[in-house]
Structures are given as structure tokens and as C-alpha cells.
């Protein structure tokens, strides 16, 4: 274990640094992505496996057609590419933590919980890289009204089938690694029903701005014009980080239940 952990704390040394270099994360970012590699190897290798399949996956997905995303979504969206640690800590958080809690007090549900709550990330993030990428007119998951690309809360065809390729993706990882099987299918669920309840927190109680200039809807403080927003629906402190955490939570909770139905 002391071994592991120190190579673990290298290899997540390693790994950070470089993608820091790649400019896939700032600084903090970095340092945070370091910590969450560092305890998810401290787990054991097959959740620092976990931890990489997400990370890479996501990083190469955000990379391609980066100008056509961006060009789609700018007006809209809080941050850009770099990711910070709080956008860190509210992806893999839940799966830190349980990787952390399983080191502590060994218990089959941790494995549920953690692979439960990236399999939610990872089920988000391919769904909005792919699905902005796609196009095509999103609609919102409560009254399927059109709303713009980047909206939050707003899903596509493309997007949902990314979604819950996200999911079997990260899963099928976990099975490759002899996790029990009841674990792997609660964990797929819960990635599915993590990345819904992200999408249906989006559409409803996520903060959402408007521009005091133009009157153009944004997540953004600043709008793209350089106009400042004001607060116009959900709640202020429901910010995209703060819908992130939920939909990991839910994919954790859902995931616990399933495979303890299916043991
Ligand atoms: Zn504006």
C-alpha cells in the first residue's frame, strides 16, 4: 500500500504537470486533479484506471472541433476550456471521496458510489462534447421548448446517445477490471440517471443570467458583447459546479441502490 501510494502520487504528479502543459487545466486545477489522482490510486490501480478513462476521454473530446464549440456556445457559457478545481472537485469530487473512504473502511458500497458518480461525469461530458459538436436544436428536458447550442438543460438525439455511451464507456473500464458485476450495471444506471438529473437541474433550478445590453439569456457575469447580466431565473448559487455535484450525488445514490438490488 505505501508503494502503491507513493508511485500513485507520482504517476498523478506526472499526469498533472502534463496536462497542465497541455493547457487542459490551470494551475489550481492541476493541483487539484493531482490530489484526486493521488487518492484514487491510494484505492487501489483499477480506480486510478477509472479516474484516467474519464480524464483522458474527456480531455480528447473537449479538444476536437474546438473552434466550432466555442464559436456555438461563447455567448452563453461561464468558463472555457482550461479547467479550474472547483470544475475538478465538482466532477470527481464523490469519487475522490469514496476512494478515500474505501481506503479507510473497505466496504463494496464505496465501489458503487465512486464508479456511480464518474460514470455520471463521464456520461455528461461526452453527452454536451459530442452533443455541441453535433448540432443540431437542442430542447429543454421539461417543456421541450427549442433553446440555443450550450444551453444548459437542453438535450439533443446525438447528445443522449453520447450520454449513455459515456456511461457504458467508463463501466465497461470497471468490468475490465473484475469489479462484481451487480456494481458495474448499478453503476452504468447511475450514470445515466446522474447525467438526467443534471440536464433536468439545468433546465429548472440552475442559475441563468440576462444580458443588461442585448437581453441575450447567458451563464456568463460578463456578457460576450462586455455587458454585464443580471440574475433572470433559478437559484443564484445553482451554478454549473454546483449542477455538476448534484449529478455526480445522484449518480452515486442511484448507483448504490441498484447494485445492492441486483447483489
Ligand atoms: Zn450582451
Known amino acids: ?10 504517476l498523478a504528479t506526472v499526469i498533472a504537470i502534463a496536462a497542465r502543459a497541455a493547457r487542459a487545466l490551470t494551475v489550481d486545477g492541476a493541483i487539484a486533479a493531482g490530489l484526486v489522482g493521488a487518492s484514487s490510486i491510494a484505492a ?8 484516467l478513462a474519464f480524464f483522458l476521454s474527456s480531455s480528447v473530446l473537449s479538444r476536437i472541433g474546438i473552434d466550432i464549440k466555442r464559436r456555438r456556445t461563447s455567448a452563453l457559457l461561464e468558463k472555457g476550456g482550461e479547467r479550474d478545481a472547483v470544475q475538478v472537485l465538482a466532477n470527481g469530487g464523490v469519487f475522490a471521496a469514496a476512494a478515500l473512504a474505501s481506503v479507510v473502511h473497505p466496504w463494496e458500497g464505496w465501489l458503487a458510489i465512486g464508479g456511480g458518480a464518474l460514470a455520471a461525469a463521464t456520461a455528461d461530458t461526452w453527452s454536451t462534447e459530442i452533443g455541441t459538436l453535433a448540432g443540431g436544436e437542442p430542447r429543454l ?3 421541450w421548448r427549442a433553446v440555443p447550442t450550450g444551453t444548459s438543460g437542453g438535450v439533443t438525439g446525438v447528445g443522449s446517445l453520447a450520454m449513455v455511451l459515456g456511461s457504458a464507456f467508463l463501466t465497461l473500464v470497471m468490468a475490465a477490471a473484475v469489479w ?16 438526467l438529473a443534471d440536464s433536468l437541474a439545468g433546465a429548472t433550478v440552475q442559475a441563468r ?5 442585448c437581453d441575450a439569456l447567458t451563464e456568463r457575469a460578463i456578457h460576450s458583447c462586455g455587458a ?8 443564484s448559487w445553482m451554478t454549473n459546479d454546483a449542477v455538476n455535484v448534484l ?6 445514490a442511484a448507483a448504490l441502490v441498484v447494485s445492492r438490488a441486483l447483489a
Not at 209 to 213: A, G, L, N
Request: proline share 2%; aromatic share 6%.
Open 141 to 143: 428536458l421539461t417543456t
Open 44 to 51: 487501489g490501480w483499477s480506480w486510478g484506471a477509472l479516474l
Open 180 to 195: 462484481p458485476r451487480h456494481v458495474v450495471a448499478g453503476a452504468f444506471v447511475g450514470g445515466v440517471l446522474g447525467s
Open 1 to 10: 500500500m505505501i508503494e502503491r501510494v507513493t508511485a500513485g502520487v507520482a
Open 209 to 213: 443570467r440576462r444580458c443588461t445590453s
Open 228 to 235: 454585464s447580466t443580471v440574475h433572470a431565473g433559478g437559484a
Open 247 to 252: 449529478c455526480g450525488v445522484a449518480g452515486a
